[in-house]
């Protein structure tokens, strides 16, 4: 989609061709995106929301470009992930980032079964549409959890809600939120550790 770059870029007056690149283009588009690098032209990565090839389909150009032996230069940006982890209280010194988990409900208990027994922070995205559902099934198979679940940050309607996980999952239930969720689960052994302290 290229309304969000195309009203940053009137903010500027830059004036430059928008090409869209999404998941269901990105081979399509990307041959195309890759003629005119091969041609010497000087092509910017940028998406609508957070840092280009971080849990977005950024990263097929990206590959394509070093196969191709054309230079990619980084430029820092925003990531839910990092912003959402800076401010959580989680440990940070080692976390594991599953993007999306899925949709199906097998496959999705099949991913929780896997996370139960991370000993580092876990995080993942999710939409409103199925956070409940996927903290309820979080907590019916790995049981209780310190939780921290990120909303719209760096917005308007910034929201973050830090504590258990059957706590913050009423509070969800409750209300109904909009934006897409970024959420942090910290191992057992640091749950229990909070949890300790809380009681004295």
Same mark, same amino acid.
């Not at 989680?90 to 991370?118: A, H, V, Y």
């Given at each position: 989609?290229?309304?969000?770059?195309?009203?940053?870029?009137?903010?500027?007056?830059?004036?430059?061709?928008?090409?869209?690149?999404?998941?269901?283009?990105?081979?399509?588009?990307?041959?195309?995106?890759?003629?005119?690098?091969?041609?010497?032209?000087?092509?910017?990565?940028?998406?609508?929301?957070?840092?280009?090839?971080?849990?977005?389909?950024?990263?097929?150009?990206?590959?394509?470009?070093?196969?191709?032996?054309?230079?990619?230069?980084?430029?820092?940006?925003?990531?839910?992930?990092?912003?959402?982890?800076?401010?959580?209280?989680?440990?940070?010194?080692?976390?594991? &980032?599953?993007?999306?988990?899925? $949709?199906? =409900? *097998?496959? %999705?208990?099949?991913?929780? #079964? /896997?996370?139960?027994?991370?000993?580092?922070?876990?995080? &993942?995205?999710?939409?409103?549409? $199925?956070? =409940? *559902?996927? %903290?309820?099934?979080?907590? #019916? /198979?790995?049981?209780?959890?310190?939780?921290?679940?990120?909303?719209?940050?760096?917005?308007?309607?910034?929201?973050?809600?830090?504590?258990?996980?059957? #706590?913050?999952?009423?509070?969800?239930?409750?209300?109904?939120?909009?934006?897409?969720?970024?959420?942090?689960?910290?191992?057992?052994?640091?749950?229990?550790?909070?949890?300790?302290?809380?009681?004295?």
């Amino acid at each position: 989609d290229t309304r969000r770059t195309k009203n940053l870029l009137q903010l500027y007056e830059i004036k430059t061709k928008l090409i869209s690149y999404h998941d269901y283009n990105k081979e399509q588009r990307g041959k195309k995106i890759l003629e005119y690098l091969l041609a010497g032209k000087t092509v910017a990565l940028v998406s609508d929301a957070g840092t280009p090839g971080i849990s977005d389909p950024g990263y097929y150009l990206i590959n394509l470009a070093i196969r191709n032996d054309i230079r990619v230069v980084p430029v820092p940006g925003v990531s839910a992930i990092i912003a959402a982890l800076s401010v959580s209280g989680l440990p940070s010194d080692r976390f594991c &980032f599953e993007g999306f988990l899925p $949709r199906k =409900i *097998n496959s %999705l208990r099949q991913t929780i #079964e /896997i996370l139960r027994d991370e000993d580092r922070t876990v995080i &993942f995205y999710e939409s409103p549409y $199925r956070i =409940i *559902n996927t %903290l309820k099934e979080f907590l #019916e /198979i790995a049981g209780e959890r310190w939780v921290v679940v990120a909303r719209e940050l760096t917005k308007f309607y910034e929201e973050i809600i830090r504590g258990p996980l059957s #706590e913050v999952l009423a509070k969800l239930r409750a209300k109904k939120s909009k934006g897409e969720f970024t959420v942090l689960i910290s191992s057992q052994k640091y749950t229990e550790k909070v949890l300790s302290l809380k009681k004295e």
